[in-house]
């Protein structure tokens, strides 16, 4: 019998401004604003010994909660890898810094609550 494969969910808040320097003129994106995020990472895999789970899922919200709070009240042009702050770039962010510590990492989502909008990455 193969091993069943799981997944493990954490999510995270934080609140950051942004702009598009190159977005449609006749949109406001151009304009500094801010957004409340979320975002969420999956782990996938085999339960690993010798307690039985993907990964610990205090290490994971511990790494998530380290990136949002990187973000978190800033502006995301400033941060390397984030000059063009689209939801999918913020993807690809927290995929490259959580991977190295969960190679399992097999998901990404980041969302826009208030606003109804969201993107994800699967790796």
Partial sequence: MTQPIFEITKAATFDAAHYFADGPEHRPYSNLH?????????????????????????DLESALKG????????????????????????????AGRLTPQFPGLSRVLVSRPTI????????
């Fill in 34 to 58: 801010g957004h409340s995020f979320r975002v969420e990472a999956t782990v996938r895999g085999q339960t690993r010994e010798p307690v039985g789970w993907v990964a610990d899922l205090a």
């Fill in 67 to 94: 990136v949002a709070a990187e973000l978190d009240h800033g502006l995301l042009n400033e941060k390397p890898g984030l000059e063009r702050p689209t939801l999918e770039h913020i993807c690809l962010y927290f």
């Fill in 116 to 123: 109804g909008e969201s993107c994800a990455l699967n790796l």
